[in-house]
């Protein structure tokens, strides 16, 4: 699908397109709202990258749960999966760590820190768990439910903060601190950089290996360009293949939650996330589903965010605008997308065009869901 | 484009009843195509078709697979706009842009794909797209209803208005289809191979509703690939090779020799098939199965099937008799519901639906071929592939099977049907399969890549390799060479396919495999078990509720 | 419980299932065409603001009704000009445009009002008791003293029913939605139809949104349809694409979200957080249950022209 699409235009090219694109939409939107882009964009861009510090500090740091969640959408989406829970994911997964990082006191850095990030990614699993067993057991769509999930999960994280986990000042709708041992490491002294970041890249770096290299990498790729292929003429279990990889995708939406606590917030709180479970859908689909170019418009989207507070302050363009941009992205992507495949069907030597069968479309679905 | 708004032309309400004989109309040209070309980015489609047909004659449009019949049709319909020539229809230049408009013209068509919606009665698909009743408010449901009961009785079409289309047969589906075309009271009715889905009896039905239609004064061209029902039902018949007409003569003019050089431009080749039987191992082994099927009834009632090693096993039928089904079970892809199948550890397939199930487009070649290779130790070291080794393999394939493409590194959608076809065999015979099981794999290929496929079904029989020097040795893992040899289960609903390969032959009936006895081995008798296994079950849905 | 408390339960259930059945009604229309509109949320997030500045700037909650609907369809125009015209994933697009709504309202929300965004003071849909009707005891009330919006929703229910299943038009509608190529072999556009179906869903959803914002908050608050699109996408696989159904199955959200008020009052010390994800757990439930297994439009969210 997508990311098929852009390797053919070269991804980089398709993104930058898209980019502009995008850009310059917000810009007209901008404009007709009686703001100036010039002064918006320079803000942002002062606010995202204006000082070493503050790249470091501000967008690689927002950066992180982007390209985890981020991560986690682009695997399921190269397998045919809408996931569009990750924001629910990630807040299982913040509970998750926020847990076990307050009860982790007195042990050492090297046995919490894994624990956290174990205990994240198996939440965020669990949390994907139902929205794949209502897929493979009861073929109810997961568009819907990992969507509903999502609020379930908000309201979840909002519950353990008014009730069971509430700091034990029992003040603020917060949990208490983690432990020091729960914390990850600083990368460079004087900035808010830390380790998780890091984990964010090996990640990113171990599933490119592993959806080039390996047979389930493989597996994946067929299943989620054709499930009826994948399992007739590959004789895949895709319904294996579809829950191993939503499950997947949830641990590392999960895992994002727990190093945002464990990095960065050091508690949990009502609201803890600024929607990076849904950023994370353009993240991916900007990155053409590509886990290293993941890494690159995580980055990205980390500045745009890191930026709009900037924007607020010095050109009175409301914070939320971002996320218009981020949307904005999302179409961009699928114009260009189609746009280039209207291109390419001047190229297609078949003269199938002209004999449609829409049926069969279906018919590939539903053996994805019923094959062995 | 698609957000035009346009008044939309009203069919006249009463269909006018065709009294005159036939023979009153003849003579006056109804369609004539000049000089048409069409082409779908760099493959020409059509260039240079010229056709004329007159009232009142069924005229045959003859020409072995891509040579344009349907493209041209799909012009003559309004669904594709030609770069070059003019329609005219009953003496006025047409330039449809939509079917509505070649509706409104008179041109209507039945396609080789039906398009009736599943979940809607018979009465409301005929009626679909007539707004009989003004602004699309009412559906006047009685009186479309007593419509179609007068066209049933005038055509002798039979079918039940209030019937669902999911339960009918192919063949009740077809009737339907015609149905549909002739409540919009088109004077040129365009029929897109409609033989292929049905048994030969019915065929003969067909033709006779279609010689009745003319007979009304109306033009029916009929879209053809097979000599004998050209012969059979045309007046006429125009032979397209190449996306040109090569032929135009009334029927007593031709012969079968005449056609086939000028669909093929040369004699036709045929496989020689062997009288013996085989006496191989056997490899596959199904006893009692039976698979339900998606709306909870079985489509496998009770199959018993033993495929040997170097045997082929042929399965006609009409299709939707459960052949899909037992493909699936066959291979391993579908565990049956009840009875043991008893199969070898990994079969290959090539499966009917080559664009969704047998390759994927988006895929090159090589990883095309790693869909079967990945399960091989051999190409994979733990849970790591070897892409540089499935790579080789794809070559030598390529090589092997004369797949024409750029390289290895190719979209597999990018390649023609036969083409992939070449791949789709490739790739299937490189798992050295103890069975193999072949879906119509010949449908919707050319002449040249049907006698490709039908050549490496054949090979794989028993006996001495035949034409063993023939050039294409130096292969790494070729079946040929290295002597395996699987049992072949061929299933296809072109009667001369099942008949020109197979050692032993069968039909599928209703979810039942019967044997045809030698003496029955001909379309006749093939045609007449087709049948006489599906009166005994009734007619699902055509009879009244 | 008594019968003025059942009576109070039971309208505060129907005031809250209302907009669900608006939005939902609308999706029925879209999906029967065979799309399905993720952003419908965002339909309904723009209905709400416009909702609330029409009746504002018109001094008059019907005008705002009007407005909600207005931009509800534009919403709804933006993801019908990527999943129908550029013909492009509807899951994806559907998805984009609920982000965009929620941002765009809350942009223009503090652009008009300021950062914090002052409190909104808008006229708002009083109920309108019908006569008779209104006096049956319990559900007199509760069914028939409320906004016009919910009359709305009666009405339509058995409108939309009669369009679909007994006009020309339903019968296109739905061959569009059940095999496109059918359709389209029969002369039917089916872009055309898919385009007009999702611009009706979105401008239900935007009247949805506008009866949260008048009828039942009586301000705009940002993000304040709070997954509404998403329970009404719900609502139409409960109710099975049927516009009667959808009534019944608004209604029993309505009654989940009923719940929480209801069990507060009785003093219950249960953490309402709790019960905000209730509704959302229940249409989860309902889902996971045989009712999640009817058959969706067989069309739904398949491009057409195929890809």
Known sequence: MIGRTAGRLGPVAAAVVALAVTLAASAVALVLGGYDPAAAYGALLRGAVGSPSQFLSISLVRATPLILTGLAVALAFRSGIWNIGAEGQLYAGAIAGAWVGIHGSGLPPAVVLPAVALAAGVAGCLWALIPTLLKVRMGVGEVITTLLMNFVGIHLAAYTVHGPMQEARGVFPQTDLIAEAARLPRLIPGTRLHAGFILALGLALLIWLVMRFSVYGFQVRAVGASPAAAAVAGRIRTRRVVVVTFLLSGALAGIGGGVEVSGVTYALYENFSPGYGYTAIAVALLAGLHPLGVVATGIFFGALEGGAGAMQREAGIPAVWVNVIEALVILAVLAVDRAVRRLQVGRKPDGDADSPEPARARGARTLSLEGT | ?545 | MDAATASAFLEASVRLGVPLALAALGEVVTERSGVINIGLEGSIIAGALGGALGALAWSSPLGGVGAGAMAGAAVAAVFALFAVVLNADQIIAGTAVTLGGLGATGAVYQGVFGATGTALTIPTLGSVPIPVLSSVPVVGPALFDQAVTAYLAYGLALVLWIFLFRTELGLELRAVGESPAAAEASSIRVRWTRFWATLFGGALGGVAGAHLALAYAGTFAQGMSAGRGFIAIAVVVLARWNPGGVLLAALFFGVASALQFFLQALGLDLPYQLFLALPYVLTLAALAGWLGRSRAPSALALPWPPH
Not at chain 2, 263 to 282: I, K, N, Y
Not at chain 2, 496 to 513: E, Q, Y
């Open chain 2, 1 to 545: 484009m698609c957000l035009r708004f346009r008044p939309i032309p009203r069919v006249q309400d009463d269909l006018p009843v065709k009294a005159e004989g036939s023979g009153s109309h003849r003579g006056r040209s109804s369609v004539q195509l000049v000089d048409i070309a069409k082409r779908f980015g760099p493959l020409v489609a059509l260039d240079g078709v010229h056709l004329t047909a007159v009232e009142g004659e069924v005229h045959a449009v003859l020409g072995e697979n891509g040579a344009g019949k349907t493209t041209l049709m799909n012009v003559l319909a309004g669904m594709l706009r030609p770069e070059r020539g003019r329609i005219v229809i009953e003496g006025s230049e047409a330039h449809f842009h939509t079917p509505r408009e070649a509706g409104a013209a008179g041109v209507g068509m039945v396609h080789q794909h039906f398009t009736l919606v599943p979940d809607m009665t018979v009465l409301e698909n005929v009626a679909l797209g007539v707004r009989s009743a003004g602004r699309g408010f009412r559906f006047p449901r009685d009186r479309i209803r007593r419509r179609i009961t007068d066209l049933i009785h005038r055509t002798g079409l039979a079918a039940d208005p209030e019937a669902f289309v999911r339960d009918l047969t192919v063949g009740g589906r077809q009737r339907v289809e015609i149905l549909k075309l002739l409540f919009r009271d088109p004077r040129i009715l365009v029929m897109d191979e409609p033989t292929a889905v049905l048994a030969p009896q019915e065929v003969s039905q067909l033709f006779e509703i279609l010689r009745s239609l003319a007979a009304e004064g109306r033009t029916v061209l009929l879209i053809a690939h097979k000599l004998d029902e050209v012969l059979a039902v045309a007046d006429r018949v125009t032979v397209l090779r190449d996306g040109a007409t090569v032929l135009t003569a009334p029927r007593q003019e031709v012969d079968p020799g005449v056609l086939a050089r000028a669909m093929v431009g040369r004699p036709l080749a045929t496989v020689e098939r062997s009288e013996e039987e085989v006496e191989g191992d056997s490899v596959a082994q199904l006893s009692g199965v039976w698979v339900a099927g998606a709306r909870g009834e079985a489509s496998l009632r009770g199959v018993d099937l033993v495929v040997r090693r170097g045997g082929i096993v042929g399965v006609g039928g009409v299709e939707g008799n459960g052949q899909r089904e037992l493909a699936l079970v066959l291979s391993g892809r579908l565990s049956p519901d009840r009875g043991t199948a008893s199969l070898p550890d990994d079969s290959g397939l090539i499966p009917q639906d080559r664009c969704h199930e047998g390759v994927i487009p988006e895929f090159s070649l090589t990883e095309n071929m790693a869909l079967a290779l990945h399960r091989r130790p051999r190409f994979r070291i733990g849970p790591l592939l070897r892409w540089a080794l499935i790579r080789d393999e794809t070559r030598v394939a390529m090589l092997r099977f004369g797949v024409r493409a750029r390289g290895a590194s190719t979209l597999a959608g990018t390649l023609s049907g036969g083409n992939q076809q070449k791949l789709i065999v490739s790739r299937e015979l490189s798992r050295r399969p103890d069975l193999l099981v072949a879906e119509n794999p010949t449908r919707g290929l050319d002449i040249a890549a049907t006698e490709f496929v039908h050549r490496e079904i054949f090979e794989l029989r028993a006996g001495p390799i035949p034409n063993a020097g023939r050039g294409r040795a130096g292969l790494l893992e070729s079946t040929r060479v290295s002597g395996h040899r699987p049992g072949v289960v061929l299933i296809s609903t072109d009667l001369d396919d099942v008949l020109a390969l197979s050692d032993r032959i069968f039909v599928m009936v209703r979810g039942k495999l019967v044997e045809v006895p030698p003496e029955m081995r001909n379309r006749e008798g093939m045609g007449s078990l087709m049948l006489a296994g599906g009166a005994s079950e009734g007619r699902r849905g055509e009879s009244a509720p």
